[in-house]
């Protein structure tokens, strides 16, 4: 079928101010925010329901078309973006923007893909209930990509990653074929798990169209506290005790390193630095209640005060408001922000076993430092979950594109550890075009090879989201 | 290959005291210990090592040899017991019972498939760990069957089910391959979930010859309650009210009807009533906390306080010792047990959404007792986790073969309600060969067909556990 006999069946399905192809039209949807990867498209199309997706998806089979699920555009990978070859056509989930069902007394919201995850949060907010799915792109980031990104976030310590958060998913087939998983079960053990293939397939395997996520109780009170200490050590001992005393209300542990407090401080409007005294680490922490915000407090000044008396603390203190607490999150959440204007970096994402971060980082610092000794380490993250974002920010005053060009022995080498270290080069951004070729050279023989079987099985054309995560031959 | 020619490759593998063939020997590995499903064996062998496992595969791939694996023998759908041919091998995991790694500080433990659960649970209980997987069989039932069956047990509400509780796995494929993904982190997007196909698959897509369970900290404190109530309903809006006060914390929340109580009571070596009246509805309650008893206690007392004040709950006993605490366990946990003095019993493991349970149960009422009027309704389980063992004992005094003939109407009658509901025929038994039939009938042609292609690119020759949850063409 020739591009305009196609594209008259797009705008059949989907109507023609669904299928978009004029330059202006298709721009935002072929470049990844950061201007780290550009692609080109036959058309971006825009189906309103999930039965137009299926016969986007069917035709797209039939005239071996690839499609490129998109999102809000937010990854970090280059999952979301097509090709150079202009082949594609990119799969817009915006117009599924409808909550299909908010069931508090089941503690479920059920909403397509396109829903953005901050309504989401807003919605179910206003009904006392939390999702708990949270990330700096939450603003413009849809539930359809967060699931097949399986993202991750600062609530993943207490109620775990994207995939942990949905109960059910509606999926549309390669074929056209419509999955209607739409469980709202905790426990069903009637055959496969589907579910789990698509979340973090990346739009492979289909196109989810829709999910049903799991709401928790909003927790009565909440208490936020930074606390300076001297170490990575340090600051994994504090997370031990911690999670000893808290167990699974302790909902956020957060690692930030005093240079990245200062570039945040510097360059992010508002933010401030949280100590009296500047301190070589910071954690930020939380603990959640169900009973009040006062036994929250409880809870954390006891293990403050513990980390204070055994030394693993150097100072701390406890957000006294909602804006001390806005603050104390803006700092951890404007750290990789706040490096853009401090010139070139080098970033990632990787994860190691939890008790291990603090030789990681050692190693890993000794490793970047001998490659570039002026460097700047700006490692901070998810302790409590063993994903650190190991960013590094170009020496000052240094040259931005010569440092970037050492991204070829600064990226192999951190990942390199991570992977000795028994850890994950993409903790929680997923693999899109950036690590696909590195998956394939790293990842155990056996595992690319059962991934081949399933993409086959599921996509036998190859037409959903080519050349992303593997390549099916 | 002819049989003698097989049983002689076995033996070179595994070593003739691991290749069983005489009925003495193979006969506990054929009969469910209910007596409910028989089989015959070519042999029952018992790899010691991965590699073993790996060997056997791959000459079962290569000679068509139907494989059944089988682990502690607890399962209660039939998944382990082979067909009445003959044709198959048991792999039973048996003799995979090491501990290779016990991570105290990244919380992991890494156990080969036949480690018994109570093992599990008893080593890292000695080292200030919990493994929350609990249920009935843990004395018999070994890990590689529980992730098998992706079992559930009591102590999902908290922590989730197998499939929640497993960072890693190791799987030999029917090839003989070795899949090696012992991964021990919380966060990983490197490619599709493979581990979760695994688990809840019953063995029909490989063997799991070892993983990685993450542990948790033991609880400093735990109070456990009994409080009566009059209603379903009313012990629904008590759930809802601790979890809105407790939060993760309530890790435990059980029903049991009155003549559940009664029978076990009757039946059950030291189990007693635990109020001083009878009550329509118990509701078994526990709170853990990360600081003391004391606390735990205290919010269970500030839950069952404002539960008499509402009406919600109309008496409740706190558990003073560990003792009483046992006692309140014997009562819930002997109930399966205590319907077997009473007759015949027939018996579902459905789910429903949680809010769904009171009207779920009020329906499923009307249609047994429309079905046999004088039928014996002892409905009990995971309320929190909207799981129910719908069980029913025959009328007293009546025929057992005749009440049992009526299976072929109660049956469908439940789990068509329980679909109506929105919810599961198999919550958290698995599918084995009990449900296979209606499953097929029954769930989603697309969901049906995805399976049996992924059965097929992992299983080409179909020699995994064959006429288990699904057939393959």
Redesign the interface.
């Known amino acids: 079928m020739n591009r305009e006999a196609l594209l008259q069946r797009l705008i059949a399905i989907c109507g023609s101010a669904n299928v978009l192809v004029d330059d202006a039209d298709t721009a935002p949807y072929l470049k990844e925010r950061r201007g780290r990867w550009t692609g080109k498209t036959m058309a971006v199309v825009r189906p309103g329901t999930t039965a137009e997706v299926s016969q986007i998806l069917k035709l797209a089979s039939e005239t071996g078309t690839p499609v490129v699920p998109q999102g809000g555009n937010t990854g970090l990978v280059g999952g979301q973006i097509p090709d150079s070859s202009g082949r594609a056509i990119v799969l817009s989930t915006s117009r599924l923007n409808r909550i299909r069902d908010l ?1 508090t ?4 919201i059920t909403v397509e893909a396109g829903v953005v995850l901050q309504t989401i949060r807003e919605t179910v907010d206003r009904h006392d209930r939390l999702f708990p799915l949270s990330l700096a792109a939450q603003g413009t980031s849809q539930i359809g990509g967060n699931l097949s ?2 993202a ?1 976030g600062t609530g ?1 310590l ?1 109620y ?2 994207a ?2 958060l949905c109960l059910g998913l509606e999926v549309v ?1 390669p074929t056209g ?5 739409l ?12 579910r ?2 698509f ?3 990346e739009g492979t ?1 289909g196109v989810i169209t829709a999910a049903v996520l799991k709401l ?2 909003k ?2 009170g909440v208490a936020t506290a930074v606390a300076g200490t001297s170490s990575p050590e340090k600051a994994h001992e504090l997370f031990r005790r911690a ?7 302790l909902s956020a542990f957060e690692l930030m390193p005093r240079i990245g407090v200062e570039f945040t401080t510097l360059h992010i409007a508002g933010a401030r630095d949280p100590l009296a005294h500047p301190h070589p680490w910071y954690v930020l922490l939380e603990i ?4 009040s915000e006062a036994d929250a407090r409880t ?1 954390l000044e ?1 293990v403050l005060g513990d980390g204070l008396q055994t030394g693993t603390v150097e100072d701390a203190a406890i957000a006294d408001s909602g804006q001390q607490r806005n603050d104390f999150w803006r700092l951890r959440e404007g750290m990789s922000e706040s490096q853009i204007p401090e010139g070139g970096s080098i970033k990632h994402d990787i ?6 971060i603090p030789a990681f980082m050692a190693d890993a610092e000794k490793a970047v430092l001998a490659i570039t000794p002026e460097a700047r380490i700006v490692a901070f993250g ?1 302790l409590g ?3 650190l974002h190991y960013n590094i920010s170009q020496p000052a005053g240094a040259g931005k594109q010569t440092f970037l060009s050492l991204a070829d022995r600064i990226t192999p080498a951190i990942h390199d550890l991570a992977r000795r270290f ?10 899109g075009q950036m ?1 696909r070729d590195e ?1 394939a050279a790293t ?2 023989p ?6 081949r ?6 996509d036998p054309v190859g037409i959903m989201n080519p050349g992303k ?2 390549l099916s031959d």
């Open positions: 069931d007394a089941g503690d479920t990104s399986n991750g993943a207490t775990g990653v995939r942990d087939l074929e419509i999955l209607d998983d469980n709202r079960l905790k426990k069903d053990n009637t055959g496969y798990n589907l789990n293939l979340i973090g397939a395997l928790f109780p927790p009565a999670r000893q005393a808290a167990g699974p209300t959640s209640s169900g009973r809870l006891t994860s190691v076993p939890v008790d291990r998810h979950d063993g994903n028994g850890g994950s080069i993409s903790a929680e951004h997923g693999v690590k998956l990842k155990s056996v595992a690319l090879e059962l991934m079987r399933i993409k086959r099985a599921l995560v593997i």
